[in-house]
């Protein structure tokens, strides 16, 4: 276990890439990593790919990392999306010149403690007496159900995601009229930028787990359900899992999200 970073609801943890020791940017709702294009010139190219963000869209160029350290893991021939950090970082006083995303955070049980803001990689499973719910990870990403009244949530578990996103096409389904509470002024890796105003969502829940008040956005995510081939009504956001104070073990091998709020020990 290792101590992370929260700044301005963006998640970061040291890494080394090659000799070189540097911060990541934590982000579970990212099927693969990302590259600052000053770093990406120093690496093999190997094509290019379109990058779906919350906002906008973009082709992106990609690169391979030869090696690349992470809580004690080493991960080899690492694909990346090459992006503009300066911009996207440029209020983070901390190197930062890549993110991580699920392939490499789920390769193993991921430990999230949201009360000592520590995170952690484990072989070991959850112990059996934690709250479980299903887990599904076969898009690439950490989908689970959450319950808001009576209504069923598909949700991503987004660690990159700054403020959680109600997803606009879904929300009259949810029997909801959100209360708009005020707007900023929001950016995605793809480069999209916009003023978005912020909802109050209360009652969200994990199983019999309250979530407290989750600010959100209410965004059309027409264009990433159609890459998932999945319907997705929520995605939930570094805010609401920052202030849950909950350990999140996201187990993608067993298929399983634990949940606790009486220790860190959450292992067997």
Known sequence: MEPFIIQNFKMFAPVQVGDRQTWAHLDTGASGAMIVASEARAYEATGSRLVQGGIGRQEAAKVRLPALNFLGRTFRDVGAIVFDGAEYFGDTPLPVTMTLGADILLS???????????????????????PGHPLDCRTGLPLVELHLGDHR????????????????????????????????????????????????????????????????????????????????????????????????????????????????????
């Open 108 to 130: 193993e049980r991921l430990i999230l403690d949201f009360k000592r803001l520590w995170i952690g990689l484990a072989d070991r499973p959850a112990r059996d007496d934690l």
């Open 153 to 268: 949530m598909n949700s991503i578990i987004d660690t990159g995601a700054a403020y959680c996103i109600l997803n606009a096409v879904h929300v009259a389904d949810l029997g909801i009229r959100p209360e708009r509470i005020y707007s900023l002024e929001v950016q995605d890796p793809a480069g999209g930028k916009g003023e978005m105003p912020v909802y109050r969502v209360e009652g969200v829940r994990a199983g019999d787990t309250r979530l407290g008040v989750c600010e959100s956005f209410v965004a059309s995510l027409e264009q990433i359900e159609s890459r998932l081939s999945e319907r997705i009504d929520f995605v939930l956001g570094a805010n609401a899992l920052l202030s849950s104070a909950l350990v999140w073990v996201l187990d993608r091998r067993e298929g399983r999200l634990h949940l606790s709020e009486r220790d860190v020990d959450v292992l067997a």
